[in-house]
Nanobody, 118 residues
Framework: QVQLVESGGGLAQPGGSLRLSCKMS????????VGWYRQAPGQQRDLVAS???????NYADAVKGRFTILRDGTDNALYLQMNSLKPEDTAVYYC????????????WGQGTQVTVSS
């Protein structure tokens, strides 16, 4: 079992920045994959950014060059630094973790609202 607790969402103006945090109850480097997804109203949940063990970070085309995903082994935390925010970034953002022990387990955070508006 892995608990994920998110924080850092809120309201930002276009062009502004926000930083999302996700604290995990397990050593983050023992997880097969960690990442961030987002879901806008009436839309499906889509990948924003992810890191798989041994691999470089992977980003959705819509956020490349603006968002950065970071892992912190000291705090077992995952971060999403979001710069140059656009109104279309408005969504509920979910932290995600994948653990492989005998089978693949999937865990989600509770979600945090990000609203980009002037």
């Amino acid at each position: 079992q892995v608990q994920l607790v998110e924080s850092g969402g809120g309201l930002a103006q276009p062009g502004g920045s926000l930083r999302l945090s996700c604290k995990m109850s397990r050593n983050i480097f023992t997880l097969n994959k960690v990442g961030w997804y987002r879901q806008a109203p009436g839309q499906q949940r889509d990948l924003v950014a992810s890191i798989s063990s041994g691999d470089a970070a992977n980003y959705a085309d819509a956020v490349k060059g603006r968002f950065t995903i970071l892992r912190d082994g000291t705090d077992n935390a995952l971060y999403l630094q979001m710069n140059s925010l656009k109104p279309e970034d408005t969504a509920v953002y979910y932290c995600y973790a994948e653990l492989q022990i005998a089978q693949t387990w999937h865990y989600w955070g509770q979600g945090t609202q990000v609203t980009v508006s002037s």
